[in-house]
Nanobody, 131 residues
């Protein structure tokens, strides 16, 4: 069963940067992509970025496009690190950030797809942007 573990969250000032990482273990061969999501308490979870693990295609929500960059490192034994470089952070970027995947999830550059509670999620990492 695929496992996802986020790291790299923390605090930053507006205009600052943080880099999140998602360690993906046992990524199934028939799965296609990893997504990054974020959630603020009391609000719906939102998709912000994705990356195809097959060909590296990426996509972004307009709220983060031009500021956030997703990338991946292929490691041995079906292990991957998926990174989210966040630059020019804004207070509205404050949220818990999650990486996730699912058998039906694709990243093809035509818009971000949804994942659901029954899909595979990491535990989340808190990002706080304030002065």
């Amino acid at each position: 069963q695929v496992q996802l573990v986020e790291s790299g969250g923390g605090s930053a000032q507006p205009g600052g940067s943080l880099r999140l990482s998602c360690r993906v273990v046992a990524f199934p061969q028939d799965y296609s992509a990893i997504g990054w999501f974020r959630q603020v308490p009391g609000r719906e979870r939102e998709a912000i970025s994705c990356i195809s693990m097959r060909d590296g295609v990426t996509d972004y929500d307009e709220a983060v496009a031009g500021r956030f960059t997703v990338s991946k490192d292929n490691l041995p034994h079906m292990v991957y690190d998926v990174h989210l470089q966040m630059n020019d952070l804004k207070p509205e970027d404050t949220a818990v950030y999650y990486c996730a995947t699912g058998s039906h999830y694709f990243c093809e550059g035509g818009g971000l797809e949804e994942l659901y509670d029954y899909d595979s999620w990491g535990q989340g990492t808190q990002v706080t942007v304030s002065s």
